[in-house]
């Protein structure tokens, strides 16, 4: 794959064509693999939510090799998903973000989704049910499951 600067993958990021989008998202992944660590990170983000589930997938995971560098970075982009409200990218959000931080700091992290829930936002429950127990959320997974079970008994 060509290099490709900051401005052209800003441009790719932005493209109405799904394959330069991903040609973009496919680059970064490669380049974040080999060590460019926070660079890319902004216009992954960006694309979250695309339209082409390939892209929200691979989108997902560049931001997710930033779990490294910065839980806090990716939780800012994970919180700021669940306040926009959109369902396209639960899936990936939910099980390569998401996921990843209840397997790392599961009582802060899940403290911060359920504040989400008792503020009125229901995409938490679609998100928790994407999600699987593992690492530091194993041991607490009976309260995600209380919390699901409670949440949409009030819901329905």
């Known amino acids: 794959m060509n290099q490709l600067s900051i401005s052209d993958l800003k441009s790719l990021s932005k493209s109405s064509r799904y394959q330069d989008r991903l040609r973009a998202l496919k680059f970064m992944r490669k380049n974040v693999y080999e060590g460019v660590p926070k660079s890319y990170l902004k216009i992954a983000a960006s694309m979250i939510s695309d339209r082409s589930e390939s892209c929200r997938w691979q989108s997902a995971i560049v931001v997710s090799e930033y779990l490294d560098y910065s ?35 599961f009582d802060k992290y899940f403290r911060r989704l359920k504040s989400h829930w008792l503020s009125g ?11 699987w127990a593992f690492g530091d959320a194993e041991a607490h997974w009976g309260e995600v499951e209380e919390f699901l079970e409670s949440a949409r008994s009030r819901s329905s």
Do not use: A, M, P, Q
């Not at 982009?77 to 973000?97: H, M």
């Not at 936002?121 to 999600?131: A, K, Q, R």
């Open 71 to 105: 839980e806090e970075l990716v939780w800012s982009i994970v919180d700021r998903f669940i306040k926009e409200g959109t369902n396209r990218g639960v899936d990936s959000v939910s099980t390569v973000l998401v996921e990843h931080l209840l397997e790392r700091n």
């Open 121 to 131: 936002n229901s995409l938490i429950v679609e998100i928790l049910t994407y999600c």
